[in-house]
């Protein structure tokens, strides 16, 4: 039997849970942006950072993720003061055609969208700029937005009463977990196992343990956890019909903010290149075995915001095993 909580009380907690989800967002976001362009400006490569899809791509997640944010806050204030004078605040929230509920929904399907292209773009950078390993999740990342743009059409044709589980809306929202999930399982997949027979070569050529890329792997594989943990929660959820799943997709958007931030704030603080450093040991590699090291770690380093790929990986294609 699915857990009935009240759906009044649970927009409350909804408002609180988000709000801490947001400021360990907004954090990460921050120290991520800062670290981007201050690496950039000791850069000696030209290029512009605010071109990147990195920077746009956390631009964009910010802008999605506040915005949803915020019109959490301001449903609040709506439904407790000023609907029907704060007297029936369950017919405010129980009615999902509102225009603030419409408009929120519109950010929330952005969020996990963005998400998702930005780790595309990390396994098309890994993968060498390979563009038949990012052909399927191209079509996941379509199927996701037509359903985000189905769902937000669908509340507003909701009519109050309605059941939100059987309703139109409820086939969307179902096929939009499943493009979400196929694509940052496979992504995440494909970059896994890339950075670890990369690892294994580069390991095999010096004789020693990378611990630069086995860091990168690690950052990526805990991140993707973390997204993907709550994306089955939240399918499990709605699949039992319990009201339980609006508290969970309305913190959607920061918990796909916090697992992309994760990844950029963790190498942009070094851990990436220090583990580089420290691994090289005193013996001096060879210069095919530097050329390949090098080629790697820098293509790895590069997908979370340094934008010298063009002229590694013109170098690199010589040097590669």
């Known amino acids: 039997m699915a857990l009935d909580i009240p759906l009044v009380p649970l927009s409350l907690v909804t408002v609180a849970v988000e709000s801490c989800f947001y400021g360990v967002y907004l954090v990460l976001a921050i120290t991520s942006i800062a670290l981007l362009l201050s690496r950039k400006a000791r850069s000696k490569y030209i290029g512009s950072i605010y071109l990147s899809p990195m920077f746009i791509g956390a631009i964009g997640l910010f802008l999605s993720i506040t915005a949803h944010w915020i019109l959490t806050i301001d449903r609040s204030f709506l439904a407790f003061i000023y609907f029907e004078n704060g007297t029936f605040p369950l017919g405010f929230y129980g009615d999902l055609s509102q225009l603030t509920e419409t408009v929120r929904t519109g950010f929330l399907m952005a969020a996990p969208a963005v998400g998702d292209a930005l780790i595309i773009h990390r396994l098309w950078i890994v993968w060498g700029r390979n563009k038949y390993v990012i052909i399927f999740p191209l ?67 010096r004789g020693t343990r990378s611990r630069s890329l086995r860091s990168v792997l690690a950052i990526i594989i805990e991140s993707a956890a973390l997204y993907t943990a709550w994306g089955i929660f939240f399918f499990a959820a709605y699949q039992s019909r319990s009201n339980l799943q609006f508290i969970v997709v309305d913190c959607w958007p920061t918990i796909t903010g916090i697992s992309c931030m994760l990844i950029h704030v963790r190498v942009g603080l070094g851990w990436a290149q220090n583990g580089s450093k ?14 390949f090291a090098v080629s790697i770690t820098r293509e790895v380093d590069t997908t979370m915001g340094d934008y010298r790929l063009d002229d590694v990986n013109e170098r690199g294609k010589e040097g590669t095993v």
């Open 278 to 291: 420290s691994s090289m040991g005193t013996s001096p590699p060879t210069p095919s075995q530097l050329q």
């Open 139 to 205: 079509f996941t990342l379509a199927g996701l937005t037509a359903c985000g743009a189905g769902i937000t059409y669908q509340f507003t044709q909701y009519k109050p009463g309605q059941d939100v589980f059987s309703s139109k809306a409820g086939r969307w929202i179902t096929s939009n977990a499943v493009f979400t999930f196929s694509t940052n399982l496979y992504s995440t997949a494909l970059i896994a196992w890339r950075l670890w027979s990369q690892t294994r070569a580069i390991e095999a050529c």
